[in-house]
């Protein structure tokens, strides 16, 4: 490559032309800026001490420069409530952004890299003999807008303001702080990047701004109002703002910013032009560096540029996707603060310290040990155990039943029955999971009728043989483990006459189908399935009266506790659903009408077993357009809980085929979050949970309960119990059958922590 141009004179632009400079020394590389080159709409940079080891080896003149202007700090104050909160061992450092600016200049012009400042840049006609493009145009990128049909930008405006100002106040560690009004919450982010000056980053919802009369203010009396409102944090320095030229409001909406394509021709976006990832996170300028490095990595030298830019967004998307779900989580834990100031302030921190899900109890232990089994004795004492312990070890009180743990093995669909009835299958599956030491054994969904069956291979309970061959598994599970049993009871609807599930999943038969009902006659596949019955009141009340009578079999069989299945596009599911229930009468339309027969089957599974903890599964979003809504999930969620349920089990999706869910670890755990700290009802998080650092984090946070784990289980039926020794908690209850493996396992443990470091 001959000429290689830079759009945007921020770190990305800049690291950018330095990298090609060294790579290609006889490329023309140039950088274009419309801002002057001291102009700066941020204070200061952060970076974690782990990111700088990746800069020192793409440029280390840069690089020494950097870390000789850094700031360094571990500690996190978090002011909440009258207290503060301190945790150590995070290892941060922070620079000014107009010296990290200074720095790349200055190492740019020294390699020969041409910049221009205070050009505008209409469009790239000028640039037509360049072989690369490297649009660093940042989050208002004019060349992703420009060519936004080729790049396919999804950009999402978020719910809060924020307003980026300076301080002269030195934070001695990087501080959170908040503060209710009579309209909301509002906190602060501050950090010292200097020796002289301190980001704070003023942040709030987007009603409680308007609420406050902020959109009318200007710059002078937004600051003059967060100056009132932190003053206590301030100690009598001013804020200011580097940003009072601009015209309007100084406050912003973050932009959630990811393009489907990051390239097109010679045209490439890094840093935020391409994605963008909260401030929060404090991750966007080390990711537009990276970015930067990948994308040098990639094309210099390329004969092929195309498939070398396919190459870099393959290489750095993933990553990317890592950061912005992280960044996701912890942007919506501070957009949602109010639902956590419930929380005592202990618990509070731990919540915003896990918010991102990149950071768990484990990791959290070693930063800071003293915090963590602080945390870890509060939770002990809060649930009544002797000792502190690993959170995912505590017992836990539903409706009178206590469990060992907060572990559960999830309902996993076995397609092994005949007629209904499980057998020995069930029996060893179901057993070998209860006496693995998992404090909870639920069965998979079992119908209340033949035709309510997923496929010829489900369980059901809807006769007495049925049930007399469940009294056997449930005696088994009673005499020879710790663990309680739950029966998850459902109807298939229009998701029944189907496949088992290792051959076409949710397919229908080949033969010997059957009629299936639904609220609506909507087949799952259109042209591939056949249409479900639209259910008549008729229906409705012979379908409720099989859910009482399959309750009263699963209490006379012995289970501990119940659950209805109301997810997944099931019978009871798909009457919520509005992309599954069109119905015109009573039963469809508003979402009152939508629960109304879910809550009738509710009510008369409560009343026919009111001694037994109930729970409900819920699909707490469709992930398909003109799904249901969070604030659908919650009145869902309200409704439930007032009809009786004792707990909520918070799963999502496979309503529709052409659903769009976001996976990734720990993915349903934040509707479960939203559900409990919302609605104030215990829920179980499941989805993605497969390490024990998942489950602890998840209980410490009060995000959810119970933790629900279902391949994991597959794997390794006795999961709870390695955990346990994994962990070192010795009062995990094990079959005196397997105490020789428990001191074997335990003792291999031991010698793979000595020669490797700890597990």
């Known amino acids: 490559m001959k000429r290689i141009v830079c759009l945007g004179g921020g770190p990305a632009g800049l690291y950018s032309a330095i990298l090609f400079r060294k790579a290609l020394p006889r490329a023309r590389v140039e950088v274009y800026e419309r801002n002057r080159p001291d102009d700066t709409f941020g204070w200061g940079v952060v970076f974690s001490d782990r990111t700088m080891e990746g800069f020192r080896a793409a440029d280390e003149p840069s690089h020494a420069a950097i870390t000789g202007s850094f700031h360094h700090w571990d500690d996190i104050d978090v002011h909440y409530r009258g207290t503060t909160t301190t945790t150590g061992g995070h290892g941060f450092c922070g620079i000014e952004r107009k010296r990290l600016l200074g720095i790349l200049q200055e190492r740019g012009a020294e390699l020969g890299v041409s910049h221009h400042f205070q050009r505008e840049i209409g469009d790239d006609a000028d640039f037509a003999d360049a072989d690369l493009i490297v649009a660093a145009d940042g989050v208002n990128s004019r060349t992703r807008k420009r060519f936004e049909a080729q790049f396919e930008p999804d950009i999402d405006t978020r719910e809060c303001r924020y307003i980026w100002l300076g301080t002269t106040k030195p934070f001695p560690a990087f501080t959170f702080a908040f503060e209710e009004t009579e309209h909301g919450w509002f906190q602060i982010h501050a950090y010292q990047f200097s020796n002289t000056l301190s980001t704070v980053i003023v942040e709030t919802r987007e009603e409680t701004w308007l609420a406050h009369g902020l959109d009318r203010a200007d710059h002078e009396q937004s600051i003059a109002f967060a100056e009132k409102l932190f003053a206590k944090y301030l100690d009598g320095h001013k804020l200011m703002s580097n940003a009072a030229h601009l015209r309007g409001s ?168 005949k007629d209904g009835m499980p057998g020995d299958w069930h029996l060893v599956h179901l057993g070998s999971r209860a006496t693995g030491g998992a404090g909870l054994v639920f069965t998979e969904m079992t119908c209340v009728s033949a035709e309510g069956q997923i496929s010829p291979g489900c369980t059901g309970i809807w006769s007495e043989a049925q049930r007399n061959a469940w009294r056997r598994i449930v005696e088994f599970v009673h005499r020879h483990s710790r663990a309680k049993f739950c029966m998850q009871l459902g109807h298939s609807g229009r998701k029944g006459s189907t496949q088992l599930g290792w051959e076409d999943d949710n397919h229908p038969l080949k033969a010997g189908n059957w009629e299936t009902i639904a609220p609506s006659p909507i087949p799952y596949f259109e042209g591939i399935s056949a249409a479900p019955r639209e259910m008549t009141r008729a229906d409705m009340d012979r379908v409720l009266a099989e859910f009482v009578r399959s309750t009263r079999h699963a209490a006379e069989a012995g289970f501990d506790m119940l659950e209805l299945h109301m997810a997944h596009g099931y019978l009871l599911a798909s009457f919520m659903s509005p992309l599954t229930n069109l119905r015109r009468d009573s039963y469809g339309g508003s979402l009152a009408n939508r629960l109304r027969f879910p809550l009738e089957v509710l009510e008369a599974v409560r009343a026919a077993c009111p001694d037994k903890p109930l729970s409900v599964r819920l699909s707490s979003s469709d992930w398909a357009q003109g799904g249901l809504v969070e604030d659908e999930l919650i009145a869902i969620a309200r409704a439930m809980k007032a009809a009786g349920a004792d707990m909520l089990d918070l799963s999502s999706g496979q309503t529709v085929p052409w659903q769009k869910p976001v996976y990734g670890r720990m993915w349903q755990t934040p509707f479960s979050d939203l559900v409990r700290n919302v609605v104030g009802i215990p829920t179980i998080a499941v989805g993605n949970i497969y390490e024990p650092d998942h489950a602890n984090s998840i209980i410490a946070s009060g995000r959810a309960d119970l933790c629900a784990l279902a391949r994991p289980h597959l794997a390794d039926p006795a999961w709870t119990l390695r955990a346990a020794a994994e962990q070192h908690w010795q009062e995990q209850w094990w079959p005196p059958q397997y105490e020789s493996a428990k001191r074997q396992l335990e003792r291999n443990l031991e010698r793979a922590a000595q020669m490797t470091g700890p597990v």
């Not at 870890?376 to 039943?401: D, I, T």
Request: proline share 5%; charged share 25%.
């Open 250 to 417: 100084a406050w912003l909406n973050f932009q959630r910013v990811l393009c489907r394509r990051w390239h097109a021709g010679r045209r490439v976006l890094i840093g935020d032009a391409a994605h963008t990832a909260h401030f929060s996170i404090g991750s966007g300028t080390k990711l537009a560096m990276e970015d930067a490095i990948a994308v040098v990595g990639r094309t210099a030298g390329a004969t092929d540029v195309p498939a070398a830019l396919a190459a870099y967004q393959e290489e750095r998307e993933t990553e990317a996707l890592k950061l912005q779900s992280a960044a996701r989580n912890r942007m919506r834990w501070f957009e949602d603060v109010a639902r956590y100031t419930r929380l005592e302030p202990w618990q509070f921190t731990y919540s915003l310290l896990t918010g991102s899900q990149r950071i768990g109890h484990a990791n959290l232990k070693l930063r800071d040990p003293a915090f963590v089994a602080d945390v870890e004795a509060r939770l002990a004492k809060r649930a009544g155990a002797a000792s502190p312990r690993p959170p995912m070890f505590l017992p836990y009180e539903v409706r009178g039943l206590r469990l060992e743990n907060r572990i559960v093995v999830s309902p996993m669909a076995q397609y092994s029955a």
